[in-house]
């Protein structure tokens, strides 16, 4: 299936006018789109040697544009691996450094200060995120608070994978929900689907100055988007997928951040979920995370 056919299809499913609306914010972006991307088959259905093609163009285009030679790859699940993470939030102290290590890894818009990690501020006794604050700027941490950093919970039942009408994000074999910027038609959907708020959406072009660009990049990744599409946590697929921990995991300066193999029972998350009073956000959903919290008492 082509990015044509896709776009067709989605548009007999929902109708000219709700499909017209939907794909209104990259009506000026898709004017620009060529010719191989508007054709290029879905990522399930591309040979290695497609993918080589389109990898070399997106790196040719960042080499144009910015000026920086980048490296793309595409690292695939590897076999008994389910990815997991836990968090412990007696020991979170909402210093937001996660934050600032998501966005600077996954090459996000400066300007916006854009990451796929939000730092609630919690009243203690609630589990509202509704009451939490994310704009907090007094120094940190008030004893009269907790702190909640909340992500994309990979979850096993994804709501946002099935409302997309083009399926340009799916569920891989190792748990990390993933989209294809290359097939995403901006619709939103997904964004509006998800109880997390763990969906970004492009509104313009992405700006990340030449200098700060991280050159390692994964096609379902921190590879630098287009106007107009969705993106999203991936566990920093592009590390993980090579045995290397999440950058926002790395940054975390008390080691509150647990991440690991669900599969493995050695596994430090496994210990964690083994021992340890955890629960997931908005379990009544039935979406499945495979993201936990924990307190220590």
């Known amino acids: 299936?082509?990015?044509?056919?896709?776009?067709?299809?989605?548009?007999?499913?929902?109708?000219?006018?709700?499909?017209?609306?939907?794909?209104?914010?990259?009506?000026?972006?898709?004017?620009?789109?060529?010719?191989?991307e508007f054709l290029q088959k879905h990522y399930r259905e591309l040979t290695p040697e497609a993918m080589a093609k389109i990898i070399a163009r997106l790196e040719a285009d960042a080499l144009e544009e910015h000026g920086v030679a980048v490296h793309i790859a595409d690292p695939?699940?590897?076999?008994?691996?389910?990815f997991g993470y836990a968090l412990n939030l007696s020991i979170c102290v909402g210093c937001r450094r996660c934050a600032e290590a998501c966005h600077k890894e996954n090459n996000h818009d400066r300007p916006s200060g854009n990451s796929y990690i939000r730092v609630y501020e919690m009243q203690?006794?609630?589990?509202?995120?509704?009451?939490?604050?994310?704009?907090?700027?007094?120094?940190?941490?008030?004893?009269?608070?907790?702190?909640?950093?909340?992500?994309?919970?990979?979850?096993?039942?994804?709501?946002?994978?099935?409302?997309?009408?083009?399926?340009?994000?799916?569920?891989?074999?190792?748990?990390?929900v993933v989209v294809d910027y290359n097939w995403c038609i901006g619709c939103r959907y997904c964004e509006a689907a998800c109880p997390y708020h763990a969906r970004r959406f492009n509104w313009t072009k992405p700006e990340v100055p030449a200098e700060e660009i991280n050159p390692v990049q994964a096609y379902l990744s921190n590879r630098l988007r287009p106007q107009g599409v969705m993106e999203k946590c991936?566990?920093?697929?592009?590390?993980?997928?090579?045995?290397?921990l999440p950058a926002c995991l790395e940054a975390c300066p008390t080691g509150?951040?647990?991440?690991?193999?669900?599969?493995?029972?050695?596994?430090?998350?496994?210990w964690v979920l083994a021992n340890k009073r955890v629960f997931v956000l908005k379990e009544e959903l039935g979406t499945r995370p495979s993201f936990f919290y924990f307190f220590d008492k």
């Open 1 to 36: 299936m082509t990015r044509r056919t896709a776009l067709k299809l989605a548009g007999a499913t929902l109708g000219a006018a709700a499909f017209a609306k939907a794909i209104a914010p990259i009506a000026d972006w898709a004017a620009d789109v060529s010719v191989d």
């Open 124 to 176: 203690k006794g609630t589990m509202d995120l509704a009451q939490g604050n994310v704009t907090y700027t007094h120094p940190v941490a008030d004893p009269e608070k907790y702190y909640m950093p909340v992500q994309c919970q990979q979850c096993d039942n994804p709501p946002c994978v099935d409302v997309c009408p083009v399926e340009a994000t799916w569920k891989e074999k190792d748990g990390i």
């Open 76 to 82: 695939k699940p590897q076999p008994g691996v389910k």
């Open 234 to 244: 991936t566990y920093c697929l592009h590390r993980t997928r090579e045995g290397k």
């Open 256 to 270: 509150a951040r647990v991440f690991g193999n669900l599969l493995d029972p050695e596994s430090e998350i496994r």
